[in-house]
């Protein structure tokens, strides 16, 4: 099954920044959608980003808009979200996820993207 791989979560001030990472090895992220997503605990499963394969334009949800930023490293397969201005609402468990274009995750369709990864955990705290 394919798996994707995130990293770089962990507790942070409010205000502070992160900066998460998704990769694989299995094949090249560049032929896909990337999305981010997150699930706080007891909390339905939130869109937060995506970015398309074939133009790479983007689309952010409107609690994040200004605040985070997904981008990608063909070089180094991996698509990047760096997150300012941490709030204690952004806490949760991310995943990075991909699907052929970000149209389900325009219409709130996350149930259709095709594979995911493990998650990482991000905490804002004082």
């Known amino acids: 099954q394919v798996q994707l791989v995130e990293s770089g979560g962990g507790l942070v001030q409010p205000g502070g920044s992160l900066r998460l990472s998704c990769t694989t090895s299995?094949?090249?992220?560049?032929?896909?959608?990337i999305a981010w997503f997150r699930q706080a605990a007891g909390k339905e499963r939130e869109g937060v980003s995506c970015i398309n394969g074939m133009d790479g334009s983007s689309y952010y949800s409107d609690r994040v808009k200004g605040r985070f930023a997904i981008s990608r490293d063909a070089a180094k397969n991996t698509v990047f979200l760096q997150m300012n201005s941490l709030r204690g609402e952004d806490s949760a468990v991310y995943y990075c996820?991909?699907?052929?274009?970000?149209?389900?995750?325009?219409?709130?369709?996350?149930?259709?993207?095709?594979?995911w990864g493990q998650g990482t955990q991000v905490s804002v705290s004082s």
């Open positions: 299995e094949f090249s992220l560049a032929d896909y959608a």
């Open positions: 996820a991909g699907d052929y274009t970000c149209t389900d995750f325009t219409y709130s369709h996350y149930e259709n993207f095709d594979f």
